[in-house]
């Protein structure tokens, strides 16, 4: 078998194309019967202490991309993706996202979207040291525009649907990840070295800010949340609060541990507990996982066509068997390629969220049942 690499022609690797599709013509009683069948099986899969659920995401490339700017046309996407998901064999159902970017946090500090055409917006630090961070006048989140404007999303969204479709919060990036988007990522970490009760400051003021922030969006979704949210399979039946922390990858575990943990966790805590998001390979950082007070799952990649740099399955194993904490792993691949690596992932003991991205339903059919014949 000849293992692919990761394909750098394509914009999102982990897309699948679908149609987009209008609110009216979207079969609304036939995807509410569909995520209560399976709402069942991850009630089942949480009161175990271990098991295996196949998670077929249905993610759509424009929706986290240009899309994002009209909201309008990210809901038909998204509703396109949720219609056609239904025909591909899984055990947790796709959500609605109300995805407006990875920066949002930073506009509290008076830094704007930059919007360069046929891309997802981004933003460019303001600040070169922590200290001119900390000296601005920065807002609550939720009253800069961008803010503003999410929550109108999640207003929209809600509209539409009725309430009656599940749905996550926007894309929830770590303190760490939203101080670099802030403040120079060179300066800010050689501050963890130099000036670490400042980082600690720095990093408390951002969480203390996405919790106000999220707690607003917690409270406009209500009974149609589901959890962790964004890149992570989730339920109304799961817990916790899904955190990209990228920059993991960037520093060794002790300075992790003394800067960046604490407000991780603070944040991660005030929504039921964190769930862990790191792309590339972090496996040297497993040992952290019984160290963070709360934690509920984590996600990895392990195939090459998933992540240039993904991660090798024994670590995460070996850190995840018999302790109660969900792995979402993701698995962009054929079928020999997902069985190779849910062998290799697979202990009894573990909990398992398993993540493929089929091409097709038949496909998606012989995986889903490799997948359980492997671990049950």
């Not at 070169?128 to 000296?135: H, N, P, Q, R």
């Not at 990840?177 to 408390?204: G, Q, W």
């Not at 993991?248 to 991660?268: A, F, R, T, W």
Request: aromatic share 10%; glycine share 6%.
């Amino acid at each position: 078998m000849i293992t692919k690499i990761f394909d750098t022609s394509k914009s999102d690797a982990q897309a699948t194309k679908v149609d987009s599709l209008k609110v009216s013509d979207f079969d609304f009683m036939a995807y509410q019967e569909y995520t209560q069948r399976l709402i069942e099986r991850c009630e089942k899969f949480m009161r175990a202490n271990s098991g295996v659920m196949v998670y077929r995401r249905m993610r759509v490339a424009e929706v986290f991309s240009f899309g994002c700017l009209d909201m309008k046309t990210s809901l038909e996407w998204q509703l396109g993706a949720l219609q056609k998901s239904m025909a591909y064999e899984a055990d947790v159902p796709n959500f609605l996202e109300p995805w407006y970017g990875i920066g949002v946090i930073a506009t509290a500090f008076g830094i704007d979207y930059l919007w360069n055409p046929g891309q997802a917006p981004a933003v460019k630090h303001a600040f070169e040291t922590i200290d001119e961070a900390l000296s601005y006048d920065y807002k609550q989140v939720k009253n800069t525009v961008e803010g503003k404007h999410s929550l109108q999303m999640i207003e929209y969204f809600l509209d539409q649907t009725k309430g009656i479709i599940p749905m996550s919060m926007g894309d929830i990036q770590s303190p760490f990840n939203n101080a670099t988007n802030i403040v120079n990522t060179s300066n800010f970490l050689i501050s963890m070295i130099l000036e670490p009760e400042k980082v600690l400051k720095f990093l408390d003021i951002i969480a203390d800010l996405e919790i106000d922030f999220y707690k607003e969006q917690e409270k406009l979704i209500g009974d149609a949340l589901v959890r962790p949210g964004h890149s992570f399979a989730s339920s109304s039946a799961f817990k916790g609060f899904g955190i990209s922390d990228d920059n993991l990858v960037m520093v060794d575990e002790q300075s992790y541990i003394d800067c960046i943990l604490p407000s991780l966790i603070k944040l991660g805590n005030a929504f039921g507990g964190t769930v862990l998001h790191s792309c590339g390979n972090y496996s040297d950082k497993t040992g952290l996982f019984r160290k963070i007070n709360g934690l509920r799952m984590v996600d990895a990649a392990f195939t090459t066509e998933t992540d240039p740099s993904p991660n090798p399955p024994n670590p995460f194993s070996d850190a995840l068997t018999n302790s109660g904490i969900i792995l979402n792993a993701r698995m962009v691949g054929g079928i020999e390629v997902v069985k190779k690596t849910t062998r290799a992932l697979w202990n009894p003991g573990m909990k398992l969220l398993a993540v493929t991205f089929s091409p097709s339903p038949e496909e998606q059919r012989e995986i889903y049942h490799i997948i359980h014949s492997i671990c049950n």
